[in-house]
């Protein structure tokens, strides 16, 4: 199971908003996660916690390409967090290796295409709306079967753009339009998602319904569920902190 390291160069970000908001702390945090054992650094510019407004495209990449630019200098694995095609593609060329839409390609029509275009791994998650909106769209008969089905038409679109199958990554959204009793059914149903055939990521780290406390107090129910994944067949976990992660897969 692969470690995808959160580096979240926003002021905003739910768990780490303005810990990494500036390129030398940006690229410092980067080379720490690296150094830890990463296999991917997940580069976003753009926060996605609950309520959080857009920013512009120019300001978006204004924050992620210079860190992209200079940790490709030292070979790493990255991937660009983002919903815009354009910065997607910029980010490919800047030196990242893969797309992580959180919206699969909802947000901007041509987000599939630029992926098939670019010919690079893309992760396509689960996704209801924008994060201003999105609480209130955590409407579900059952969850696991409504996630399933809505990521399936998102394979489809992926597909029918262009996207090859070898480079698709499925993600069921965890937070993202779903209550603490649908995130534990998705999770506890995992390997519903697992059977559909394509690498699945999950991205759980620090969110709510791992607990009460701030979301660095919730670290510690982040490593056990990690631990509790590693034996489901996923592909691999987006998690804050590297080490801890890497050291409960070796245990």
């Known amino acids: 199971m692969l470690i995808m390291g959160i580096l979240n160069i926003t002021p905003d970000s739910f768990a780490d908003g303005g810990l990494h908001n500036s390129f030398d702390a940006a690229v ?37 390409i210079p860190v992209i ?13 983002t919903m815009r095609a354009s910065t997607a593609r910029a980010a490919i060329k800047a030196g990242a290796q893969i797309i ?4 699969g390609g909802l947000a901007d029509s041509a987000m599939l295409m630029t992926a098939a275009e670019l010919k690079v791994p893309y992760i396509a ?5 924008q994060s201003k909106d999105m609480n209130s769209m955590a409407v579900y008969n059952d969850v696991v079967h409504d996630v399933i089905s809505e990521l399936q038409e998102r394979i489809i679109a992926a597909l029918d753009a262009g996207i090859i199958r070898d480079n698709l990554i499925i993600d ?3 937070g993202f339009a779903k209550n603490t009793d649908h995130n534990w059914k998705i999770i506890d149903n995992i390997d519903k998602f697992v059977s559909l055939g394509y690498p699945v990521l999950i991205g759980a780290s620090r969110k709510r319904f791992l607990g009460g406390g701030t979301p660095g107090e919730r670290e510690t129910a982040s490593i056990a569920l990690t631990k ?10 987006r998690v804050h902190s590297v080490k801890p992660h890497k050291d409960v897969l070796s245990a």
């Open 172 to 174: 069921p959204g965890i």
């Open 228 to 237: 509790t994944l590693s034996t489901t067949g996923i592909w691999g976990v």
């Open 28 to 64: 410092k945090r980067g080379r720490e996660m690296i150094a830890e054992g990463a296999d991917i650094v997940d580069i976003g510019g753009e926060s996605t916690r609950p309520g959080a407004n857009r920013v512009s495209e120019d300001e978006e990449l204004a924050r992620v």
């Open 69 to 81: 630019v200079e940790l490709a200098k030292d070979g790493a694995r990255m991937s660009i967090d």
């Open 100 to 103: 992580n839409d959180v919206s």
């Open 125 to 129: 998650m689960h996704w209801r709306g």
